[in-house]
């Protein structure tokens, strides 16, 4: 493992099915009545957001205190950053405080990678979005997510997505969240179909490790999961599609589209939601829709994350052997 987490395509296959394997340890530990590990005591964490975040912010806190770290959040929003702070005299700040691990999430694609190699702080860098480039954390979740649902929880140990087939529905342009699904699964040997209109398509899609197609009924029979993304506004400067309904009538996921998955697919999506655009309450709300497990996911994909980057060499969870079952 290196020694950040800056993007999905750093990690090569090994490292992810590690990951995915001390997440698995990780999740036992939420299922206790006292859902904590001593693992990074007396390590200090920043969590450093300069763009709004609900489920990614308030699961890597869960995670950090649920390894017993020392928990400091930082939002652009009120702080010196609305005076004009740079980034650099933040991160030397963070640094004079002594910290351990900063999780950063900040408009600029770049960001992250700029703090981790500028020599400004000593401290692991955890990319938790940036721009539209990369959320490895993410697709790591939903790797996870995957895996469990359609190999196994105690099968899938070890195991990669091999042969698995994906398809991601929606605005592939501004999104993190496909980049960096679209390099893991590749590393973990999933196939992967992109659909969108061609305008939330971006330059150079030819050279993504996956295919693309206009068409989601004619994918929707072939595959094991689909992923919904949501229409990122806050990221458009220009009309990228007619109306929203004709979105939703070619891209949009409701009932009548579900029943064309295999009976096993699962529909995922990394959330926030917009019901009616991309997805209708009724897909979202019905049993095969992953999106809660996913946030339930990320807690312990965090866990697994900080403590491989942070703490790691000891195992991530002390089991007791039954007796008798020593190596001789
Ligand atoms: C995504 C993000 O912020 O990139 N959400 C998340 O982290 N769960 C996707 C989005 O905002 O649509």
Same mark, same amino acid.
């Given at each position: 493992?290196?020694?950040?987490?800056?993007? #999905?395509?750093?990690?090569?296959?090994?490292?992810?099915?590690?990951?995915?394997?001390?997440?698995?340890? $990780?999740?036992?530990?939420?299922?206790?009545?006292?859902?904590?590990?001593?693992?990074?005591?007396?390590?200090?964490?920043?969590?450093?957001?300069?763009?709004?975040?609900?489920?990614?912010?308030?699961?890597?806190?869960?995670?950090?205190?649920?390894?017993? #770290?020392?928990?400091?959040?930082?939002? +652009?929003?009120?702080?010196?950053?609305?005076?004009?702070?740079?980034?650099?005299?933040?991160?030397?700040?963070? %640094?004079? $405080?002594?910290?351990?691990?900063?999780?950063?999430?900040? *408009?600029?694609? *770049?960001?992250?990678?700029?703090?981790?190699?500028?020599?400004?702080?000593? +401290?692991?860098?955890?990319?938790?979005?940036?721009?539209?480039?990369?959320?490895?954390?993410?697709?790591?979740?939903?790797?996870?997510?995957?895996?469990?649902?359609?190999?196994?929880?105690?099968?899938?140990?070890?195991?990669?997505?091999?042969?698995?087939?994906?398809?991601?529905?929606?605005?592939?342009?501004?999104?993190?969240?496909?980049?960096?699904?679209?390099?893991?699964?590749?590393?973990?040997?999933?196939?992967?179909?992109?659909?969108?209109?061609?305008?939330?398509?971006?330059? *150079?899609?030819?050279?993504?490790? /996956?295919?693309?197609?206009?068409?989601?009924?004619?994918?929707?029979?072939? /595959?094991?999961?689909?992923?919904?993304?949501?229409?990122?506004?806050?990221?458009?400067?220009?009309?990228?599609?007619?109306?929203?309904? %004709?979105?939703?009538?070619?891209?949009?996921?409701?009932?009548?589209?579900?029943?064309?998955?295999?009976?096993? +697919?699962?529909?995922?999506?990394?959330?926030?939601?917009?019901?009616? $655009?991309?997805?209708? #309450?009724?897909?979202?709300?019905?049993?095969?829709?992953?999106?809660? %497990?996913?946030? +339930?996911?990320?807690?312990?994909?965090?866990?697994?994350?900080?403590?491989?980057?942070?703490?790691?060499?000891?195992?991530?969870?002390?089991?007791?052997?039954?007796?008798?079952?020593?190596?001789?």
């Amino acid at each position: 493992m290196q020694r950040h987490l800056i993007s #999905a395509a750093d990690l090569t296959r090994d490292d992810a099915v590690l990951i995915l394997d001390t997440a698995e340890e $990780m999740a036992r530990v939420a299922d206790r009545p006292i859902k904590k590990l001593p693992t990074l005591r007396g390590r200090t964490i920043v969590n450093l957001f300069f763009e709004d975040s609900t489920r990614t912010r308030i699961s890597f806190e869960a995670a950090e205190k649920r390894l017993s #770290a020392d928990v400091i959040n930082f939002s +652009a929003k009120g702080s010196s950053v609305s005076k004009g702070e740079s980034l650099k005299d933040t991160a030397q700040t963070l %640094e004079a $405080m002594g910290v351990d691990a900063v999780v950063i999430r900040h *408009g600029a694609s *770049g960001a992250p990678y700029r703090l981790a190699n500028s020599g400004w702080i000593d +401290a692991a860098v955890i990319n938790a979005g940036d721009g539209t480039h990369q959320h490895p954390t993410q697709a790591l979740l939903d790797a996870f997510t995957m895996r469990r649902r359609l190999v196994g929880r105690d099968a899938g140990l070890g195991q990669d997505l091999a042969g698995k087939r994906i398809t991601i529905v929606g605005d592939v342009l501004h999104s993190r969240v496909a980049r960096s699904n679209v390099d893991l699964l590749h590393t973990l040997g999933a196939e992967v179909t992109l659909v969108a209109p061609p305008t939330l398509l971006p330059v *150079g899609i030819e050279t993504w490790p /996956c295919e693309v197609s206009y068409d989601l009924d004619s994918t929707l029979p072939k /595959c094991d999961a689909v992923m919904m993304l949501r229409v990122q506004r806050e990221r458009m400067n220009a009309a990228f599609f007619p109306t929203e309904r %004709e979105y939703s009538r070619r891209y949009g996921l409701d009932g009548d589209r579900m029943a064309k998955l295999p009976e096993h +697919a699962i529909v995922m999506h990394p959330g926030p939601m917009v019901r009616g $655009m991309e997805i209708t #309450a009724e897909v979202a709300d019905s049993g095969r829709c992953t999106a809660i %497990e996913q946030v +339930a996911n990320g807690v312990s994909i965090r866990m697994a994350v900080l403590y491989l980057l942070l703490g790691g060499n000891e195992p991530a969870v002390t089991h007791t052997r039954p007796t008798g079952s020593e190596e001789k």
